[in-house]
């Protein structure tokens, strides 16, 4: 699985051009990108989101679109719509920016629910219907959504439905003192952003992605991963587990996890590892648990110490 992690290097050292440090959110970016999966970043204002998500899109040669999302954002504003020209006397179609393979959805949660569920379709089943025509979108398609807290002022909150749809969800956090620093020299002169090229196209992405479906997991750590999503779901302190998305989200970033990483076969560790990133969004914590001051991360944190990883 050289290729694999030659791809994933690739990629990795062209973001790092313009990003300082977060190795680890880098790669997972990478392997959800090589699962298939939307990805959900979610920070407060200013840590890199959105600068992030550019990098990635600038690093594939596939077409990408950015949508800015705001209060007055209608669903014809992503999908596009059906106009009538007068010049043909015919109706026509004009597609919208979802009608792309890298789509940026700059602040999701700014715009109401209703532009928000223009996305469920395509999220899920990779096409979109529109007036009983159904479009198909090319592969690979990728819905990267930067999303600031629910406490700031003016957003809204994203539905469970819409949330499962998403591989991972990733919290950008702050740069270390010598990453910050570094990041102010590295922009002194101009923004990096502008010289970055592709370094990986559709054909070698595609062939990657077909080759990380082929990474051996054994039945022992396939296991491993159905015990942590089953706990979830009889946990006391949840009013909603994982669902069998949830499972098969952890099995593909297991794969990738594992093939950007050099290896031909999953570790259970890799699941211990990226369980918190594929569950943390999918599971609801009941409001008693909630007036105790519990989350979801330190519940998900839990379940996965409690099932027994498998020793081969």
Known sequence: ?????????????????????????????????LSEGHILLEDVPGTG?????????ASLGSKFQRIQF?????????????????????????????????VLADEINRATPKAQSALLEAMQERQMTLEGQTYYFE????????????E?????????????????????????EEEENAMLHRFRTGDPMQSLEPVVYNEELLEAIANVREMRIGQ????????????????????????PRASLALYRMCQAWAAINGRDYVLPDDAKT????????????????????????????GVVDSVPVPVE
């Open 220 to 243: 022992a750590v396939q296991n491993y991963i159905v015990a942590i999503i089953r706990t979830t779901r009889d946990h006391n302190e949840l009013e909603l587990g994982a669902s």
């Open 274 to 301: 990226l369980a918190p990133y594929v569950l943390n969004h999918r599971v609801l914590v009941s409001p008693q648990t909630l007036l105790r001051g519990r989350t979801a991360e330190e519940i998900v944190e």
């Open 139 to 150: 592969r690979p398609f990728l819905v990267m959504a930067t999303q600031n807290p629910i």
């Open 1 to 33: 699985m050289s290729s694999i992690a030659d791809v994933a290097g690739r990629l990795r050292e062209n973001i790092q051009k313009v990003i300082v440090g977060k190795s680890e959110v880098i790669n997972l970016l990478i392997a959800a990108l």
């Open 49 to 57: 989101k959105t600068t992030l998500a550019k990098a990635l899109s």
């Open 152 to 176: 700031l002022e003016g957003t809204f909150p994203l539905p469970e439905a819409q949330l499962d749809r998403f591989l991972i969800r990733v919290a950008v956090g702050y740069p270390t």
């Open 70 to 102: 705001t209060p007055d954002l209608l669903p014809t504003d992503i999908t596009g719509m059906n106009y009538f020209n007068m010049r043909t006397q015919e109706f026509e179609f004009r597609p919208g920016p979802l009608l792309s393979q890298i």
